[in-house]
T-cell receptor, first 114, second 109 residues
Framework: DVKVTQSSRYLVKRTGEKVFLECVQDMDHENMFWYRQDPGLGLRLIYFSYDVKMKEKGDIPEGYSVSREKKERFSLILESASTNQTSMYLC?????????????FGEGSRLTVL | GQNIDQPTEMTATEGAIVQINCTYQTSGFNGLFWYQQHAGEAPTFLSYNVLDGLEEKGRFSSFLSRSKGYSYLLLKELQMKDSASYLCAVMDSNYQLIWGAGTKLIIKP
């Protein structure tokens, strides 16, 4: 069964802390994505990657960075967490060289920044 | 700008049929997706339409009209487990997904 695993389901951090959100997929997918999901809004793309060591900014990259050192792992980093980054973070992966096809999502990481 | 509109919330009765609409305005079109998301869980893929018409998959069907910028998801023989949010997403000319805010479907016995 295909699987996208996010390291933490729930996190509580303080303003200014550095936060790492890890995502691992076991499907050998080329494409990986980080979204945030907030009530009343559609999923918003933060960063994505089509290959190892490659990253592209999405719609809302400010305040975030990413790392993809291995094909199966895509990490989201909040260098200095702020309260407006309190959100649900969803990692997803898909097959293929272009952004087509079905997305497989992780269970999400709910981050609260105090 | 790019925009996906779908109702915020709908209520239906167990055993009935419900239609969830999605209208879109995007820069180009490379397909429309429907995902289901139960509360506290990951979204899961339901359907993909790139050509006009109806795609049927068991109790769920999805329809697309590209000329009208319109799609709907039809759920038949509703079950309590169908209570979830349904997300509409359109792939634009840059192969980027534009997401609607989702429709929360409440099923009553």
């Amino acid at each position: 069964d295909v699987k996208v695993t996010q390291s933490s389901r729930y996190l509580v951090k303080r303003t200014g802390e550095k936060v790492f959100l890890e995502c691992v997929q076991d499907m050998d997918h080329e494409n990986m994505f980080w979204y945030r999901q907030d009530p009343g809004l559609g999923l918003r793309l933060i960063y994505f990657s089509y290959d190892v060591k490659m990253k592209e900014k999405g719609d809302i990259p400010e305040g975030y960075s990413v790392s993809r050192e291995k094909k199966e792992r895509f990490s989201l980093i909040l260098e200095s967490a702020s309260t407006n980054q309190t959100s649900m973070y969803l990692c997803a992966s898909s097959l293929g060289q272009t952004n087509t096809g079905e997305l497989f999502f992780g269970e999400g990481s709910r981050l609260t920044v105090l | 700008g790019q925009n996906i509109d779908q109702p915020t919330e709908m209520t239906a009765t167990e055993g009935a049929i419900v239609q969830i609409n999605c209208t879109y305005q995007t820069s180009g079109f490379n397909g429309l997706f429907w995902y289901q998301q139960h509360a506290g869980e990951a979204p899961t893929f339901l359907s993909y339409n790139v050509l006009d018409g109806l795609e049927e998959k068991g109790r769920f069907s999805s329809f697309l009209s590209r000329s009208k910028g319109y799609s709907y998801l039809l759920l038949k023989e509703l079950q309590m487990k169908d209570s979830a949010s349904y997300l509409c997403a359109v792939m634009d000319s840059n192969y980027q997904l534009i997401w609607g805010a989702g429709t929360k479907l409440i099923i009553k016995p």
